[in-house]
């Protein structure tokens, strides 16, 4: 498989056992209630070792990973061709700034 081929793998919704994309029927553990959608959040989901969303109208692929006293989050923006990594050595440091760099990356022009 070609490395272009392996990406668009990667960045595209998996799928269920219905067949339908997992951004119409996520997981839910048995008596749990559904999430409640997020402002400028749509088809939120996973792909191949990726989560994958709609943020503000745009695709977006993101990773996240913490330990106790760090944490990380990788996203990024393919329309405009823009990555912003985040670390952070104090526990859910990075959690209040998100949706700020989330904004922000989506806004950055693509470069001609």
């Known amino acids: 498989m070609s490395k272009k ?8 919704y998996a ?6 994309p997992v951004y119409e029927g996520p997981y ?3 008596n749990s209630e559904p999430r409640k959608p997020r402002a400028h959040r ?3 989901g996973y ?3 990726f989560n994958l969303v709609e943020l503000y109208g745009k695709k977006v692929y993101y990773h996240s990973g913490g330990i106790a006293g760090f944490n990380s ?3 990024h923006f393919p329309e405009n061709n823009t990555t912003i990594s985040m670390l952070s050595n104090t526990e859910n440091g990075i959690v209040p700034l998100l949706d700020e760099f989330r904004r922000i990356g989506n806004e950055i ?3 001609k």
């Open 5 to 12: 081929k392996t990406l668009d793998k990667m960045t595209e």
């Open 15 to 20: 799928f269920l056992k219905n067949g339908k």
């Open 28 to 30: 839910m553990p048995p």
């Open 42 to 44: 749509a088809k939120f």
């Open 47 to 49: 792909g191949l070792g």
């Open 73 to 75: 989050y990788l996203i």
């Open 109 to 111: 022009e693509p470069q």
